[in-house]
């Protein structure tokens, strides 16, 4: 694609970058085939190229956004399918990215918006908060389907929607500290204990304490680490989201330092897919863009990790597992084949649901700011889900179990809690009800 940046404007690295991956792109438009907001809605804005060429016209003009720059591209998911087909090697997130934090810089949103947006990037990110509103949020829920009906409120009903019944107390997998492994020790891993995961389903990180302790892997949960950034980075609230990420490199490279680190192990692979592009998003700062870096190299989704350690084939178990993969862990991160096969080795029947590059419309506060499309992509994702006839579903991400568990009653679980249960585990509990 031709652009056309003065001088000036390329000095700022940021553009410099846009302009770059702009360049990249040969308008072939086979993106659009994959976009799960160009399908839902057949209008070409809503599109990667379409977003692209509205990006391009923005950051050359140096304009602020736009209500029609804004709209477009708060639809997009970030789900990053169009990085999977692009031929041309389009970095689409990079670009999407920089556009976020020029709106965030230069449009003023409706208060309504800039209050529940507030609301989110104050509560979502810190573990007691969230717990605290999500008890709230039974007070609520009474209230929920009338909320949804008063349109300025409906964000607030849609929130009671997704909020659990019940709130699990802080789990001890969570506290800072070392845990020994119960084997003869094969590896040393820190884990990012994250911030809604384990208010929203502690059972994961401790399921991947256990597992990997009995494999000989000592754990670290280091103390002072906390949520990744994902959450705000994705609301174009970049300084938010690069304190998180200072935060979290000082933490890891002092338990690097102190005892040796093989991986820092993610079980969400939201979560996943920013911690490996921290070396990116600090590439500006000299003081971390080498640690930073350092830190993305060692970032291991669970699975990555596991694979690694060579797990013995396990009996089969006559359970068929539906495996969803979450649009962070196939596009993102580019893990397509390693949960799955540790999931067929572990003894368990993997299938694959139909359109399974298609985003289930959780994308971080998605489902709560494009309650809309965010429910069509989710009652898609769902309906392929159940066509596989399987017992359980299975995937990577705290994202994906909570928007794909409102509206099935098929159990979900994340991949690690079926691995912690075939090598030795107890039986999730979910499955023995
Ligand atoms: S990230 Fe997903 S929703 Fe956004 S343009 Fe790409 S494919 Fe479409
Ligand atoms: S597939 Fe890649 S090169 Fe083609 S229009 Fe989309 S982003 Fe541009």
Partial sequence: MQTNFTAAQLADPHVAESEAILRKCVHCGFCTATCPTYVTLGNELDSPRGRIYLIKDMLENGRPADE???????????????????????????LVDHARVHIENTYKRPLKDRLVRAMLAAVLPYPSRFRLALKAARIGRPFAALLRRVPPLKTFGVMLDLAPRHVAPPSNADQPGTRAADAERRGRVAILTGC?????????????????????????????????????????????????????????????????????????????????????????????????????????????????????RQEAKNMTVAYHSACSMQHGQKITVAPKLLLKNAGFTVRDPAEGHLCCGSAGTYNILQPEISATLKARKVKNIEATKADIIATGNIGCITQIATSTKMPILHTVELLDWAYGGEKPALLQK
């Fill in 68 to 94: 029609e720059v804004v709209t477009h591209i708060d639809r997009c998911l970030s789900c990053l399918a169009c990085m999977t087909t692009c031929p041309s090697d389009v970095n689409y997130m990079h």
């Fill in 196 to 312: 809604a995961q384990p208010v929203l389903k502690p059972e994961i990180n401790e399921a991947t304490i256990r597992l990997l302790t009995r494999l000989g892997v000592e754990v670290v949960v280091p103390d002072g680490e906390g949520c990744c950034g994902a959450l705000v980075h994705h609301m174009g609230r970049e300084e938010q989201a690069l304190v998180s990420a200072r935060r979290n490199v000082d933490v890891w490279i002092k338990a690097a330092d102190e005892g040796g680190l093989d991986a820092i192990v993610i079980t969400a692979s939201g979560c996943g897919t920013t911690i490996k592009d921290y070396g990116h998003m600090l590439r500006l700062d000299p003081a971390y863009a080498e640690k930073a870096a350092r830190v993305s190299a060692l970032a291991k989704d669970i699975t990555e990790y596991l694979t690694s350690l060579d797990l013995p």
